[in-house]
């Protein structure tokens, strides 16, 4: 941003106004490029004050922070912001946008054509290791009116880039445990903890999102897949200035795979008897 | 010591009985909050509301009714009718247990509140005395069938349609069946069975209700251990996320005044069936006291505590018939037994919370069943004796409007049908004579 100074100064107490006005000016224009690095929040501001529009900040308050907004559902600490990152708007971070126009759709997870609200469920069921709420639910609706309008403008059912999380190419090496622990302690134990425990704030939730234990995503969620949280570390950590090689995302990923976590909810004690 | 020195002081304030009785009243208190704890979570699923709002509902409700009410023994909260009627109030307008949906039920709520206050001071609860008796019966028998079908959806875990005639969630019931989900049927049998069992050897402790759900809830964390929760798939209450002082506000906005005259009808009803049962528990608990009944207190009473509920996220109750014979029957004395359930069971649900969480909504369709089970048979009215041969037609008739127009339709075409019997039997009198 250059401000608009006067080349000339032709008195000294004139030429402090201009430096002022240019310092303000400028202060000013940082702050929109802060207000600009979270367009959903602008955005958000600018809806009217209607029903809908409250219905679109209740989704945004429950996508941001879910333990509080949606107890009832919530399991562990997680949001769905720690996966869905920027309040799920930024790509290759399964953004809302690219994610809405394309249900129903056929999952294999479930092996039937699931429909959004019924997607949302799952995310509650698995990476948020609570209950699913009901498809009427007021937190299903809120979550749906705030994804439908991060996609209005986005055509529906075409594949958008940026969907979902990227795949890596195959390495010609495995995942190694090991290289990833190192690499955990290196990169990733600053922000989650020594023990992926992830950072809380005092009495409010996670900031950092734990990795495993009692208070992450159950063994059911998607990230629980080495190649699905290779892709996410790939394209979003960390998460100033994702660098991580292909085969590092790997390493990572095959480390936090290995870690204690809650069961997976589609497995029970009688499971493979009674589908035999 | 403490709560000696403090039971001294509220009886010099307030007028309750002498320390001695303290023992008494703590001892009542716990069962009373026990009997209410399943209740408060079932009642508010009933009215649509989320489980916090039943909970608040019978807290400081209660506390107001007790203080204020003339009965010492009389325990107000959440009520089956009640519960009934406010969903059946709300449902056409919102999407149940959204923001809109308690909102509209605090306004709801306080709409009633006032009603009685002013109905009590003014006298005109006197009126409540000269309501038929078929028509009190045949709104309680109703209310039961209204029970019985709502939750048969939820008993066979499918989705109901909000808003829709209770009649026709039967129809939608059937037309779902091959959708049902087994284990949600399991779960709601289980906990049938547990309440008829328990219901048998009654014991002071564990009431039919509380064993009612316990079973269920067991019964879904085995099918969820056995077969994962993804395939089991129940629905659950969820954590809830009590609040000490749940202040709010009953909203009324100008520009949706159509919606305020919809909800004064249902108001009028609401504080006419809530002062009718609050009135005959006083008059019943009076019986026992051989103390006059004074239904105008008593109705202020209510109407206080329906205003607190308002201010305080709860929705609209009445007088509870179980809870309160439930109260005198484990020994309370004064007014401060009321005061204290209410507070244990505030302590008990912060405590139980990850407990409850786990409850699963099929299991309390299921207790659901019983309670309208216990209101049908609470009324059956029995076989047709010759002189009652039209009381037993009317007390049907008013059910059968219930169930297929509404409890402000009943009471209202009740009543005129009393009144109407009533010119005709004096004109038919002074013809004779």
Redesign the interface.
């Known amino acids: 941003m250059i401000p608009q100074v006067s080349r000339r100064p032709q008195r000294s107490g004139r030429t402090a106004l201009l430096f002022a006005a240019a310092f303000c000016v400028s202060a000013a224009a940082s702050e929109a490029r802060k207000e600009a690095a979270d367009p959903g929040t602008r955005r958000l501001d600018a809806l009217p004050r209607d029903?809908h529009g409250?219905l679109v900040r209740?989704g945004h308050r429950i996508f941001t922070r879910t333990p509080e907004n949606a107890?009832?559902?919530?399991?562990n600490g997680m949001s769905c912001s720690n996966c869905h990152l920027d309040a799920g708007t930024r790509p290759h971070a399964a953004p809302m946008w690219a994610a809405w126009g394309m249900y129903p759709a056929y999952l294999a997870k479930t092996d039937r054509v699931n429909t959004f609200e019924e997607r949302v469920q799952q995310c509650f069921?698995f990476s948020l290791n609570?209950?699913?709420?009901?498809?009427?639910?007021?937190e299903v609706?809120a979550i749906v009116a705030y994804a439908q309008w991060l996609a209005r403008g986005i055509p529906v059912g075409v594949e958008q880039a940026g969907r979902g999380y990227p795949t890596i190419a195959r390495t010609g090496s495995d995942p190694n445990p090991l290289r990833g622990r190192e690499l955990f302690a290196r990169r990733c134990a600053d922000c989650h903890g020594e023990g992926g425990q992830g950072r809380k704030e005092n009495g409010a939730g996670y900031t950092v999102p734990p990795l495993w234990g009692f208070d992450s995503f159950n063994k059911?969620a998607g990230l629980a897949r080495v190649e699905l949280m290779a892709g996410f570390l790939k394209a979003n950590m960390p998460q100033e200035k994702p660098d991580l090689s292909d085969q590092e995302a790997l390493d990572l990923a095959a480390w936090i795979g290995l870690q204690e976590r809650w069961p997976?909810?589609?497995?029970?004690?009688?499971?493979g008897v009674?589908e035999k | 010591m403490i709560a000696h020195v403090a039971g001294r002081t509220f009886s010099l304030n307030l007028g309750f009985a002498r320390p001695a009785g303290l023992h008494d009243d703590m001892r009542a208190g716990w069962v009373s909050a026990l009997v209410m704890l399943p209740q408060a979570v079932i009642l508010a699923a009933l009215a649509g509301m989320p489980p916090e709002a039943g909970v608040y509902a019978s807290v400081f409700p209660v506390i107001v009714a007790a203080l204020l009410g003339a009965s010492r023994r009389l325990l107000s909260g959440p009520n089956t009718a009640v519960a009934v009627m406010t969903a059946a109030a709300l449902a056409p307008l919102a999407t149940p247990a959204s923001t809109e949906y308690v909102a509209l039920a605090l306004s709801l709520s306080a709409m009633v509140g006032l009603l009685q206050i002013a109905g009590g001071a003014s006298g005109l609860g006197r009126l409540l005395d000269a309501m038929p008796e078929f028509v009190v019966r045949g709104v309680t028998i109703g209310v039961g069938l209204v029970i019985v079908a709502c939750q048969s959806t939820v008993v066979m875990g499918v989705l109901s349609i909000p808003g829709e005639a209770p009649w026709l969630t039967l129809w939608h019931a059937a037309a779902a069946f091959d959708r049902l989900n087994p284990c949600a049927v399991l779960a709601a049998l289980v906990s049938v069975a547990a309440g008829v069992t328990v219901g048998r050897y009654r014991t002071r402790f564990l009431t039919p209700l509380v064993a009612a759900l316990a079973a269920g809830t067991l019964c879904a964390l085995l099918l969820d251990l056995a077969l994962g929760s993804d395939a089991v798939n129940l629905e659950r209450l969820g954590h809830l996320s009590i609040s000490l002082l749940p202040l709010s506000l009953p909203a009324f906005a100008a520009d949706e005044l159509y919606v305020l005259k919809q909800l004064l009808v249902s108001a009028v009803a609401i504080a006419v069936i809530g002062a009718l049962q609050t009135v005959i528990i006083a008059r019943s608990i009076a019986g026992l006291d051989g103390q006059p009944a004074n239904p105008g207190r008593e109705l202020v009473a209510q109407g206080a505590a329906n205003v607190a509920a308002a201010l305080t996220s709860g929705f609209a109750g009445s007088g509870s018939f179980n809870r309160s014979a439930a109260h005198v029957s484990a020994g309370a004395k004064t007014p401060l037994a009321a005061v204290l359930s209410a507070i244990m069971m505030l302590a008990m649900v912060v405590v139980a919370e990850p407990v409850l969480a786990y409850v699963p909504t099929a299991a309390m369709a299921g207790t659901l069943l019983l309670v309208g089970w216990g209101l049908l048979r609470s009324t059956s009215p029995g076989r047709p004796q010759r002189g009652n041969r039209v009381t037993f037609w009317a007390t049907l008739a008013v059910a059968a409007t219930v169930l297929f127009a509404g409890l402000e339709a009943a009471v209202f075409w009740g009543c005129a049908a009393g009144i109407a019997g009533l010119v005709w039997r004096c004109a038919t009198a002074a013809k004779n004579g």
Not at chain 1, 71 to 75: F, L, N
Not at chain 1, 264 to 271: A, I, Q, S, T, Y
């Open positions: 029903k409250e209740q107890r009832r559902y919530v399991g069921r609570g209950f699913p709420p009901a498809v009427d639910s007021h609706r059911g997976d909810p589609r497995k029970g004690l009688l499971r009674l």
